[in-house]
């Protein structure tokens, strides 16, 4: 078996126990089994890449837990061609998901560094579409705003007001809340001024910072 064969096999295999325990749309398993995560961090943690667990990337950050990047982009519920604003692009493997299922992706990444490397692993992968943005994600991006669906994917003080804002009627955002230790919010905003709250468990990211990196 060559080398993509046996990643590919065990990317399926890792995906395939994740639907078993925990309920995950089909097409956001079926999209994660596109996406060869081994390809969005360095050589040295490709061995790792289908253990489900977070992985070291550049810049001191990691990207999130095979179970977590699944269980965000389920809460997130959007259809294909909603206007999706990612924070945090990282390595772009979640942006990569996204861009799988169909949405039109738009992501921030606060570190330059990274932001560069995900810009070459997505178009290396084919993943054109993606807006990649080097920015704060605190002040999102009003000039696309709004977006249907906002996925946060480090650890944020509070629901970020302004990203709110840019949250279409309708919209949810997926946003892990809290310092040391964060619980996933699924936020929906009922019309322009009011907005649910539903928690979904509780998960450890990498913190939201503010300003960038160059
Ligand atoms: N989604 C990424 C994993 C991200 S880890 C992936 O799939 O690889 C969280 C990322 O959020 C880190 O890269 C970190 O630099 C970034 N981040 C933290 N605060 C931010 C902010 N204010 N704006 C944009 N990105 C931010």
Do not use: W
Request: net charge negative; charged share 25%.
């Amino acid at each position: 078996m060559d080398d993509d064969l046996f990643q590919q096999s065990l990317r399926y295999e890792v995906m395939d126990q994740i639907a078993g325990k925990c309920a995950i749309a089909d097409e956001v398993i079926l999209a994660m089994k596109s996406v060869p995560r081994h390809l969005f961090v360095g050589e040295d943690q490709r061995h790792a890449a289908y253990r489900d667990e977070p992985l070291p990337i550049a810049s001191g950050q990691t990207i999130s837990q095979i179970t977590t990047v699944a269980m965000q982009t389920g809460l997130l519920k959007m259809q294909k061609g909603d206007k999706v604003l990612e924070i945090g692009t990282g390595s772009g493997y979640q942006a990569a998901i996204l861009c799988e299922l169909g949405y039109r992706v738009y992501s921030i990444e606060r570190h330059k560094k990274l932001y560069l490397t995900a810009k070459e692993n997505l178009s290396a992968l084919g993943y054109k579409d993606a807006v990649l943005i080097h920015g704060d994600g605190f002040d999102g991006l009003p000039r696309y705003a709004p977006f249907n669906g906002i996925l946060i994917t480090c650890g944020a003080p509070e629901i970020p007001e302004k990203l709110l804002e840019q949250l279409a009627t309708g919209g949810r955002m997926v946003v892990p809340v809290g310092e040391k230790l964060q619980e996933m919010m699924v936020v929906e905003k009922t019309d322009d001024k009011n907005y649910t709250t539903t928690g979904a468990g509780y998960f450890r990211f990498v913190p939201m910072l503010k300003g960038i990196v160059n």
